[in-house]
Every structure is written in C-alpha cells, then in structure tokens.
C-alpha cells in the first residue's frame, strides 16, 4: 500500500490530536507541519514525544514552499478559522486533498467557493464534525434509518460547556457561538433527520459581561423546522456546565425514542444510604469525542486512497454555514427566518 504523504497546518489543541492520530497509522508519512515560527520549538517537542524524527517543521510564511512539495498528497488544516478558506484554496490548487477543521470558510460564499473549486480540481474536501463519527451518534443514525422509532418527530440536542477555554482573546476570534459551537449541533440535527430544513429561529443572550464585550453570546436556544414536519431544538450554552462536558441528545419517533447520554470517567457506581452515586462526567470535549477524531482522520485518509467514498457532500456544509449565518440574524431581529435556496 502506498504511503500517503501528508502536512499538517497548526499544531495548538487539534493539531496534537490529529498529529497523534496521524503518527499511529502506518500507511500514513507526516512530511510537514507548518505553524508560527515563534512555536516551533513546542512544536518539535510534540514530534519528539510522537516520534516523528523525519517530519520538517516550517514557518507559515512557507506555505507555497510546502505545498509545493510533489510527494504531498493530502493536507490537515487544524488553524484558526479565519485562515481556513486562504490554506484551502491554496492547497487544492497544488492540487492536494483537503481535511479542514470546522468551519471550512467564515461565510457560506467562501464555504461554496472553496468546495466549487474542489470539484474543479476533482478533489476531496472535508469537513471535520466529528461528531458524525462518534460511535453513540452513529447508531442514532443507523437506528432512525432503520425505521426503529417509526416516523421522526423532534430531535433535542444539549451542548453545554464548562469556562475553561472562553477567554476574551479566544472569543474575539472564534467567530462567535454560531460558527464555532452551534456548528456542529446545526450539522448533526441536519444529519439525523436527513433532511435540509425550511426554517430556523434563535435566541440568546450574554450573562457574562465578558462575551457581551466580545459582542457575543454565552448562551443560545435555537429551533429548526423540516419539511417532513420534524422539529429540532438546541440549547448551547459556553458557560455553566462546570460539572462536565454536557453532550446530550433525544430523537423522539411515533413509536419509540432514542437518548444518549454524557459519559463518566467510569461506569462504577456507589449505591449506599445518601443514594447512588456516580463518577464524574468528562470534562474535556476532546477526551470525549477522542475515539470519533481518531476515525474520521482515518476515514479521510480511506477516501484519499481510494477505499471509501466520500460520505460528507458539498450541500450539505453548506448548508450548515447558511444555517449559522441565518442564526445570527434571527438572534439580532428576532425572527423566525426561511433557508435560501442552495446554490453551489
């Protein structure tokens, strides 16, 4: 089996978990990974400790050096989200498949422009919501498919996260709660109920003076109508969730239910005079969608060989960055507001 050269682009919090995923496949070559210059000595430690002695490590400013690399198959873009939709669009022109972090463009007219241009150049583009890979939601998934709850009626999806991450640098550049949280709840609603919807509405607000500063929200209520007359309700909230990260989902059908529920770091429970207790919920959102990250890099990797199909389509990102976009808007006008047509 050919060995499929790759580079990384960012190695911060989802670099080093891709990296490390990378690392572990042994059909795959980590040629490069491009970050700041002022990092690079973090980030040799990191191949270090993963054992990539032969991966070269460059500067940003080395972008085109890199991508022009003839050996590089694929790239692994784990930066920023405003530098997504430059490094994507350079790299399908070096005529190299694409693996992005969320979002894929800060718009839905960079998201469309960046997968027209992958299908000029007859290349794979793919969007990491990993959440599609988790082994929980994937049986969701599988079970509404199979008509195990009969007809779908209302998906509720929870997305509460503890403070640790939100800081005033950190928001300021997140894109706000839409594009960079409610993101993945907008795709995985879209996802079970397989259908693109007519209609959404959102509310929210900043409790914490701090996301008010950043002209953001820390909490948010959205609601998505689909044609089938399917309903779908999220609530996310950045802030609160101090006992764990809160991941929880019920698809309600006409004859049955399907519910997941937050992990613990452990299925041990005390049972004793002042009731049951449990272990802690997980607190990390990484640790608790490790195994589903681990996949779908292995899954993007299928695809670039040629062993799988690719099973993520252009409308339906883009769908999903009209979605945050109509979000906003609706949290800014308070009203409910009509999908436009999807025009790639």
Not at 328 to 344: C, F, K, N, V
Request: include cysteine.
């Amino acid at each position: 089996m050919a060995v499929v050269n790759v580079v990384v682009f960012g190695c911060g919090r989802m670099g080093r978990v891709h990296l490390t995923t990378l690392a572990a496949l042994t059909r795959v070559r980590v040629k490069w990974v491009v970050d700041d210059a002022g990092i690079h000595p973090r980030v040799q430690q990191v191949l270090e400790s993963l054992r990539l002695h032969t991966t070269n490590v460059a500067d940003i400013a080395d972008v085109d050096t890199v991508l022009g690399d003839k050996e590089v198959t694929a790239v692994v873009i784990c930066t920023p989200a405003s530098n997504h939709e430059s490094l994507i669009q350079a790299a399908l022109k070096a005529g190299k498949h694409v693996f992005c972090e969320k979002p894929i463009g800060l718009s839905s007219e960079s998201v469309k422009s960046s997968y027209r241009l992958a299908a000029e150049k007859d290349l794979t583009l793919y969007c990491g919501f990993q959440r599609r890979k988790d082994a929980d939601f994937s049986e969701v998934y599988s079970k509404i498919r199979q008509g195990v709850i009969g007809t779908l009626r209302i998906i509720k999806v929870t997305s509460r996260d503890g403070p640790s991450h939100n800081t005033a640098d950190f928001l300021k550049h997140s894109g706000g709660i839409f594009l960079d949280s409610c993101v993945h709840d907008l795709d995985i609603v879209c996802w079970l109920a397989g259908e693109r919807p007519l209609s959404l509405v959102a509310y929210g607000h900043a409790h914490e003076e701090m996301f008010a500063e950043c002209q953001d929200v820390d909490m948010t209520s959205i609601m998505v109508k689909f044609p089938s007359g399917a309903i779908a309700t999220i609530d996310n909230s950045r802030m609160g969730a101090e006992y764990g990260y809160d991941q929880r989902l019920e698809v309600l059908g006409s004859s049955g239910m399907l519910k997941i529920e937050n992990p613990r770091t452990s299925s041990v429970q005390q049972w004793c005079d002042v009731g049951t207790v449990l272990a802690p919920m997980i607190h990390d959102g990484v640790q608790r969608y490790l195994s589903a990250y681990r996949t779908e890099i292995g899954h993007f990797i299928d695809i670039v060989t040629g062993e799988r199909e690719r099973d993520m389509s252009a409308e339906s990102v883009i769908t999903v960055s009209q979605m945050v976009e109509l979000c906003q808007e609706s949290l800014d006008t308070g009203r409910s507001l009509p999908l436009p047509q999807l025009h790639i």
